[in-house]
């Protein structure tokens, strides 16, 4: 089991400080951006597999609602972070919708004439069921109605 995370340096402290200063923190359009398109959230932000086994998460990841990172953390990666807990299903553009926070990939469905095409599956199968699942329960089959 990992050990508990031990202070950052001052020399770390300082260059994550520094880091603040030279980027615009302070503009927050990215985070609408990651949201654009929702159309619904995971259930229950997690994936299980047989007998129940708990497959992902997302709750584990709630340490990311603080909007400042900790001085061990650079402030660049930790808004990375955050803007990749924009999760669920998503309209991308008509036709092209993306599973996102089941794993560690997206899950990309494009809708054709006679079914759907998946890109990425994901990492296991029981991400991609949960996935396809979601999918299903706000599109059906996925035929496209255009």
């Not at 923190?25 to 259930?43: M, N």
């Not at 089941?102 to 095409?117: K, P």
Request: glycine share 8%; hydrophobic share 45%; net charge neutral.
């Amino acid at each position: 089991m990992p050990s508990a995370a031990k202070p950052a340096t001052a020399a770390t402290a300082a260059a994550n400080q520094a880091v603040l200063a030279e980027l615009p923190f302070h503009d927050t359009a990215d985070f609408a951006e990651a949201w654009r398109g929702h159309v619904a959230p995971l259930p229950e932000g997690v994936v299980r597999g047989k007998a129940g086994r708990l497959v992902w998460d997302l709750g584990e990841y709630r340490f990311l609602e603080a909007e400042q990172a900790p001085p061990e953390v650079n402030p660049s990666l930790w808004r990375l972070a955050r803007l990749n807990m924009a999760n669920g299903l998503f309209e991308v553009c008509p036709g092209v919708y993306q599973i996102r926070g089941l794993d560690l990939a997206n899950m990309t469905i494009v809708e054709g004439e006679r079914g759907v095409i998946v890109i990425d599956a994901l990492t296991n199968a029981e991400a991609a069921a949960t996935g396809l699942a979601l999918y299903r329960a706000h599109r059906g089959k996925g035929r496209s109605a255009r």
